[in-house]
């Protein structure tokens, strides 16, 4: 079976079904946050692609790339910003082996 499938993108405005105030607001805040304000909606766009990427949505992959495609930015500038959520989160997973060292010196004493 395969749970991620193309056409279930377009039913994500079905997340208002059984919850219409939550979903909508999510709706109307996600649209602020995304739209063009003190950065472009073009910057916007590829941070939204880089933090999908690193989250692993296949639907906001899809949806993200798309929007990007739209607004011009091309496939290079795309895996750049894909190369830098992956940077980060090895950044994210290298600083916690701060603990993982604190941890190995405690009961190493």
Avoid at 27 to 50: D, M, P, Q, V, W
Wanted: with cysteine.
């Amino acid at each position: 079976m395969n749970y991620y499938e193309p056409k279930d993108l377009a039913d994500f405005p079905g997340i208002t079904e059984w919850a219409a105030d939550q979903g909508n607001k999510f709706f109307e805040y996600c649209g602020s946050a995304t739209g063009a304000g003190k950065l472009t909606e073009r910057e916007k766009s590829l941070i939204a692609l880089t933090v999908v990427m690193t989250q692993n949505c296949p639907y906001c992959i899809d949806a993200y790339t798309t929007k990007c495609m739209s607004l011009g930015i091309s496939s290079d500038e795309m895996m750049e910003a894909a190369h830098v959520g992956a940077a980060m989160m090895a950044g994210v997973t290298l600083a916690h082996t701060t603990q993982m060292r604190k941890i190995i010196k405690k009961k190493e004493m």
